[in-house]
């Protein structure tokens, strides 16, 4: 699969929690919109039914007290306060803001004309004390008026209600998609990381078979060559020594290598002043150290940190041999970051040797380009920059010719210096475990 194709399976997989949690966040969003724009239509609704309720309350009370005085020929003297209600329940209903959302253009026209009756026929009706017969059949008419006003107002509610009920389940539906959707793009990742992690250790086998093979072709071809043109008679001491030469280089080379496949998942770590120290034991005549206050009691993973700035420093040492006066400097400090609270520790080894040509300072991290022709027994400087990748860093290379060559090693420091801590590769056991592998994951022996 392309590396392209890769990356973006890498990616979706996070499109698409990100997607779910959008979703989700838009669905309990609008559920909420939803439950409070029911509430408030369903209030609504019942203030109108209730309402309604009202004006056929009072108008049937009336219409019972015009029917007794039709027979008795006396008025209950309370229809005067319930025809003063009928008429303020109907004007109320009337004045409401949202009752044209709730009654159709037909029905407020209704009740529009049950108030100008009222006054016109009932109240003339009620004064004169007189004509009940003639008004209680006009009363059934307005009674006929106000039912379906009521009907109306209980169909538009139970509407409203059905379509509520559907904007909630279709809210639903899409929260459980949002979810459905969350948990196809965790399993995708845990499995896509799975095949990773499987394609990496392939990877890094196949490395390290590379580098053991590129490391030891030539010596073991040279010995055979040995072998074969030695014979009967006896080899001279200079082929001796070159064959126990070999012979050392390809047991040193198998130490280094075991060294590296068997180090420790849970690397050790120490103040990075005392890595220094160790690293210029013995070479105090040309390496000098300038360490920041800061970074003396950082703890570094130990073992990662002095074989990096020993190979740095043996290839100083390389690039100063014949020169007059020469000189390797190790320097240390903390670069503050004024965004992002980040702090990086910065280590750098300068020297005064013969530097390299562009051409070769662009090539010099390239798995097994090589300037010293098989005779370089260190890490390389292809294997230092992905163990500086490893820490989250970056090594860079700033040399001219005649004039040098500075090393610059760029690793992430937590968010608090003040903790003794660095390269979170010590806080992390995730981190720990895959530095060996990354290591020889390109990296060659003769870098530099």
Same mark, same amino acid.
């Given at each position: 699969?392309k !590396?392209?194709? /890769?990356?973006?399976?890498?990616?979706l997989p996070?499109?698409?929690?990100?997607l779910?949690?959008?979703?989700s966040?838009?669905?309990?969003?609008?559920?909420?919109?939803y439950?409070?724009?029911?509430? /408030?239509?369903?209030?609504?609704?019942?203030?109108?039914?209730?309402?309604?309720?009202?004006?056929?309350?009072?108008?049937?009370?009336?219409t019972?007290?015009?029917?007794?005085?039709?027979?008795?020929?006396?008025?209950?003297?309370?229809?005067?306060?319930?025809?003063?209600?009928?008429?303020? $329940?109907i004007?109320?209903?009337?004045?409401?803001?949202?009752?044209?959302?709730?009654?159709?253009?037909?029905?407020i026209?209704?009740?529009?004309?049950?108030?100008?009756?009222?006054?016109?026929?009932?109240d003339?009706t009620? +004064? +004169?004390?007189s004509?009940?017969?003639?008004?209680?059949?006009?009363?059934?008419?307005?009674?006929?008026?106000?039912?379906?006003i009521?009907?109306?107002?209980l169909?538009h509610s139970?509407?409203?209600?059905?379509?509520?009920?559907?904007?909630?389940?279709?809210?639903?539906?899409?929260?459980i998609?949002a979810?459905?959707?969350?948990?196809?793009?965790?399993?995708?990742?845990?499995?896509?990381?799975?095949?990773?992690?499987?394609?990496?250790?392939?990877?890094?086998?196949?490395?390290?078979a590379?580098?053991? +093979?590129?490391?030891?072709r030539?010596?073991?071809?040279?010995?055979?060559l040995?072998?074969?043109?030695?014979g009967?008679? %006896?080899?001279?001491d200079?082929?001796?020594?070159?064959?126990?030469? &070999?012979?050392?280089e390809?047991?040193?080379i /198998?130490d280094?290598?075991?060294?590296?496949?068997?180090?420790e998942?849970? !690397?050790?770590?120490? !103040?990075?002043?005392r890595v220094?120290?160790?690293v210029?034991?013995?070479?105090?005549?040309i390496?000098?150290?300038?360490?920041?206050?800061?970074?003396?009691?950082?703890?570094?993973?130990?073992?990662?940190?002095?074989?990096?700035?020993?190979?740095?420093?043996q290839? @100083?040492?390389?690039?100063?041999?014949?020169?007059? $006066?020469?000189?390797?400097?190790?320097? &240390?400090?903390?670069?503050?970051?004024?965004?992002?609270?980040?702090?990086?520790?910065?280590?750098?080894?300068?020297?005064?040797?013969?530097?390299?040509?562009?051409?070769?300072?662009?090539? @010099? &991290?390239? !798995?097994?380009?090589?300037?010293?022709?098989?005779?370089?027994?260190?890490l390389?400087?292809?294997?230092? @920059?992905?163990?500086?990748?490893t820490?989250g860093?970056?090594?860079t290379?700033?040399?001219?010719?005649?004039?040098?060559?500075?090393?610059q090693v760029?690793?992430? %420091?937590p968010r /608090?210096?003040?903790?003794p801590?660095?390269?979170? +590769?010590d @806080?992390?056991?995730?981190?720990? &475990?895959?530095?060996?592998?990354?290591?020889?994951?390109?990296?060659?022996?003769?870098?530099?």
């Amino acid at each position: 699969m392309k !590396p392209n194709n /890769n990356r973006v399976l890498g990616i979706l997989p996070y499109v698409g929690l990100a997607l779910a949690l959008v979703i989700s966040t838009w669905t309990f969003l609008r559920s909420e919109q939803y439950r409070s724009n029911t509430e /408030n239509a369903l209030s609504e609704s019942y203030e109108i039914q209730w309402g309604a309720s009202q004006i056929r309350e009072r108008l049937l009370r009336a219409t019972s007290y015009i029917r007794i005085a039709s027979q008795s020929g006396e008025l209950d003297p309370d229809i005067d306060r319930q025809v003063m209600l009928l008429r303020f $329940n109907i004007k109320q209903l009337l004045s409401l803001s949202y009752v044209d959302r709730f009654l159709s253009p037909s029905d407020i026209k209704r009740l529009e004309y049950l108030n100008q009756a009222i006054k016109q026929k009932l109240d003339t009706t009620v +004064a +004169a004390r007189s004509n009940y017969q003639q008004i209680l059949d006009y009363m059934a008419e307005l009674e006929q008026e106000i039912y379906q006003i009521s009907s109306a107002v209980l169909n538009h509610s139970a509407g409203l209600q059905e379509t509520a009920k559907i904007n909630i389940d279709a809210s639903r539906n899409w929260f459980i998609f949002a979810l459905g959707l969350g948990l196809f793009a965790t399993f995708y990742l845990i499995i896509h990381q799975r095949y990773v992690c499987a394609s990496r250790r392939n990877q890094h086998l196949r490395s390290f078979a590379s580098l053991f +093979a590129h490391m030891t072709r030539s010596r073991v071809t040279a010995l055979r060559l040995f072998l074969a043109n030695t014979g009967s008679t %006896c080899p001279g001491d200079e082929l001796l020594n070159a064959a126990r030469s &070999t012979a050392s280089e390809l047991e040193a080379i /198998n130490d280094g290598l075991l060294s590296i496949a068997y180090s420790e998942r849970n !690397p050790e770590s120490e !103040p990075l002043g005392r890595v220094l120290h160790k690293v210029i034991k013995g070479r105090a005549d040309i390496v000098k150290l300038e360490i920041g206050l800061q970074t003396t009691q950082l703890l570094v993973p130990k073992t990662q940190f002095q074989m990096m700035i020993n190979e740095l420093v043996q290839n @100083a040492e390389t690039a100063v041999k014949g020169r007059k $006066n020469p000189n390797i400097v190790i320097r &240390t400090s903390i670069k503050r970051r004024y965004f992002g609270n980040r702090s990086h520790l910065i280590v750098e080894v300068e020297d005064n040797g013969v530097g390299m040509l562009p051409d070769i300072m662009k090539k @010099a &991290t390239i !798995p097994f380009f090589s300037t010293k022709a098989g005779k370089h027994l260190g890490l390389g400087l292809t294997s230092c @920059a992905e163990m500086i990748s490893t820490l989250g860093g970056k090594l860079t290379i700033d040399s001219k010719p005649d004039h040098g060559t500075i090393v610059q090693v760029r690793v992430p %420091c937590p968010r /608090n210096v003040n903790e003794p801590t660095c390269a979170r +590769a010590d @806080a992390k056991t995730s981190s720990k &475990t895959v530095f060996p592998l990354r290591w020889l994951s390109h990296g060659s022996d003769e870098s530099r």
